[in-house]
């Protein structure tokens, strides 16, 4: 589907006022329905540039191709096509992902005792495996990961935190995200009560609660935290989290056009492949 800034873009192109009309195509693991107000993709997982611009003559569609890294592995369920690669006037604090939760190449252990963090790859959307939470009746699971060097400065309040995940159940009171500067300086990001299945959830960077002082430039651990309510033990499995910009404006940078796949789209690490999406022409 356009979006109603793809359109206004599309007008632009036309005008001569902008050069292409898309020149990278994003792809993500949320599953929303399509609408045309949309400014991003639920969750982006990776993106590539435009590498061929082809015109479908029998079925009047203009056909937009790029490669999918070779490197990165999961499934796809939604495409969009973007203006420009990335938006420049964000600068160093555009949209990206901070942790995919993958046992292969982040490292996760519980905060309390140490131990290696538990991963599951049934309901993994990104990567090879899943962060597994399973705390038991009124109890909190939290696990951390090290050794970061994250700057959110440059984030604005009305900035989001994404968190995509699956909740086996509807027993979860609470799913937090917290970045910690040390261990007595942090800030609290409190996602809420998921609903059962797979989920994209977003709050604004606004809502963070500080103990301590806490820096937003010097972000050197995060932690993802599980609560379960009354009702029983919960079982979340964290896919991704991301921030996103969503207040750096800039006309030349808009989703032109989002698309939700008919069904998902297995990447498989180590095979570069194609992939395509099509707008409709009525001329």
């Not at 990335?86 to 982040?106: C, H, I, P, Q």
């Not at 499995?237 to 808009?254: H, K, P, Q, S």
């Amino acid at each position: 589907m356009i979006t109603l800034d793809g359109k206004v873009h599309i007008k632009r192109y036309l005008a001569q006022f902008v050069p292409s009309i898309c020149q990278s195509i994003a792809f993500g693991i949320g599953g929303s329905a399509e609408v045309n107000t949309s400014k991003s993709l639920d969750f982006e997982v990776d993106r590539s540039n435009v590498m061929l611009v082809s015109y479908d003559f029998v079925n009047n569609k203009l056909i937009f191709k790029a490669e999918v890294p070779d490197d990165y592995s999961g499934k796809i369920y939604e495409v969009g096509l973007y203006s420009l690669p990335e938006n420049v006037a964000a600068g160093e604090f555009g949209s990206r992902l901070l942790t995919s939760f993958d046992s292969a190449t982040e490292t996760w252990v519980d905060a309390t005792s140490g131990t290696a963090a538990s991963y599951n790859s049934t309901n993994t959307r990104l990567g090879a495996d899943s962060l597994r939470h399973v705390p038991a009746l009124s109890t909190t699971k939290v696990d951390t990961m090290t050794a970061l060097n994250l700057d959110l400065s440059g984030y604005s309040a009305a900035d989001k935190f994404t968190v995509a995940l699956n909740a086996g159940n509807t027993n979860t009171s609470a799913v937090k995200l917290l970045f910690l500067t040390d261990a007595s300086n942090y800030y609290t990001v409190t996602m809420g009560a998921p609903v059962s299945g797979y989920q994209v959830m977003s709050v604004a960077k606004s809502t963070a609660v500080a103990t301590g002082t806490p820096n937003w430039g010097n972000i050197t651990e995060m932690r993802v935290s599980t609560t379960s309510g009354a009702g029983g033990a919960s079982q979340i499995d964290y896919d991704g989290v991301r921030v996103e910009d969503t207040d750096t404006l800039n006309a030349d940078y808009v989703l032109v056009s989002r698309e939700l796949l008919a069904s998902p789209y297995v990447k498989v690490d180590g095979m570069t492949q194609e992939i395509e999406f099509s707008l409709d022409i009525n001329v």
